[in-house]
């Protein structure tokens, strides 16, 4: 039973196996090295920009310092017709800034184009506190343009989280 075509042939399928295999998981292991990439470039992106900086100080300072305060009458009154004060004006800028961005880091991890865990990792609470502290403002935003749809990843991906808290740990 020695026939020599055979061996060629199932060394052939063998190699053919492993090529295949290989390629499979180096594909595989580029991905998940580029989710991490494009997490750490997304973090980063708006680092410095002081938009984005000025925007999460005064957010998140007025929902530690106000936790009161009627996010939703801000929205009603500069969708409407109300007028806002320069202060308001300015806390809403600041808001919206916050949440547009966030909502776009949320679309990157909800269509795993960035690795989850790294931008759980780095900005958990930040989602969390923005879905509790400022969702009527969201829901006011939704009912003035008639669209459920705004924001919806951001509150997505923070209700994923809450029900699946974050442990920093090391990866491997």
């Known amino acids: 039973m020695n026939h020599p075509e055979s061996l060629v042939a199932i060394g052939w399928i063998i190699t053919v196996v ?9 594909a595989w292991r580029q991905r998940v090295l580029q989710r991490k990439q494009i997490a750490v470039e997304l973090l980063n992106r708006n680092r410095f920009q002081s938009a984005w900086v000025e925007g999460q100080a005064a957010v998140f300072n007025k929902l530690n310092t106000e936790p009161n305060f009627d996010w939703a009458s801000l929205a009603e009154r500069h969708l409407g017709n ?15 800034i916050v949440l ?4 776009f880091i949320a679309i990157a991890v909800l269509n795993r184009a ?5 931008i759980r990792w780095a900005l958990q609470s930040q989602y969390q506190r923005l879905d509790s502290g400022v969702k009527k403002f969201i829901i006011k ?3 003035k343009a008639h669209s459920e749809e705004i924001y919806i990843n951001l509150t997505t991906l923070a209700e994923k989280w809450r ?10």
């Open 18 to 26: 492993l090529a295949v295999g290989g390629w499979f998981f180096t």
């Open 82 to 96: 109300g007028t806002l004060t320069d202060e308001e004006l300015k806390s809403y800028h600041h808001l919206r």
């Open 100 to 103: 547009n961005f966030l909502e």
């Open 114 to 118: 960035a690795d989850e865990n790294i």
């Open 141 to 143: 935003v939704r009912e």
């Open 163 to 172: 029900k699946k808290p974050s442990y920093a740990r090391p990866t491997a």
